[in-house]
């Protein structure tokens, strides 16, 4: 079973290849964003179905921040639910200014990776799991991120790209989707002088370091079924 790895620059895309290549497992950097990362993924995700055996496994994986003290700077998360944060419309009234896409009724806001998978690579990897938010403008303020960690309970982390994927790898015959991010800083007030990427990004090449065998094994088991 063939596995891709998404990122979102090239930086994410090379402290992941350092662990995949040699497993052969294919790493792409699509782009910044949902959008981005939708289309590119879902472009590869089809020319893999039209020329070869196809993806069985997509992981969204990158440097994101982390809601405090769940996630703290360095550490690794894993999405047991991938959820389009902001997707959805504010309300004017009610106890919460904000509806989500789901429950306006037009498409869903959560995306649920393999149970067992996911709770399988949190443990290899050393690293948290819980819900990791796809948000489309990252977050800058101590108030957006109480809001966020109160209408996501439990949330670890935040990025841009997780829901673009796991939409693509849904509508592309509902392609099985993990999310995994390494924390380069906390959520709240942007302040770049304590953003750690490099700590992120090795912590990513690490943490992918002892993925790997996980991802293998999920493979041989699909070569099992077939």
């Known amino acids: 079973m063939p596995v891709l790895v998404v990122t979102a620059v090239p930086a994410e895309r090379d402290a992941v290849a350092v662990a995949c290549a040699p497993a052969g497992i294919d790493v792409l950097a699509a782009g910044a964003g949902p959008a981005a990362a939708a289309a590119r993924t879902a472009v590869a995700l089809e020319r893999r179905s039209a020329g070869g055996r196809p993806y069985g496994l997509v992981v969204s994986a990158g440097i994101g921040g982390g809601f405090a003290p769940l996630a703290p700077v360095g550490s690794v998360a894993v999405a047991s639910e991938i959820v389009a944060a902001d997707l959805g419309a504010e309300t004017p009234a009610g106890p919460e200014p904000f509806a989500s896409v789901s429950e306006l009724g037009f498409g869903t806001t959560v995306h649920l990776p393999p149970e067992g998978l996911s709770r399988a690579v949190a443990e290899a990897a050393g690293a948290a799991l819980g819900p990791v938010l796809t948000v489309s403008t990252a977050t800058g303020t101590a108030e957006r ?67 790997v065998p996980v991802l293998d094994g999920w493979r041989d088991l699909d070569r099992r079924q077939d």
């Open 145 to 211: 991120a109480a809001l966020l960690a109160h209408r996501h309970p439990g949330a670890l982390a935040e990025a841009m790209e997780g829901f673009g994927v796991a939409e693509a790898a849904e509508a592309c015959g509902g392609v099985p989707v993990l999310e995994v991010r390494a924390v380069s800083n906390a959520v709240g007030p942007r302040d770049r002088a304590a953003w750690r990427f490099a700590e992120a990004l090795d912590a990513l090449t690490a943490a992918f370091g002892r993925i």
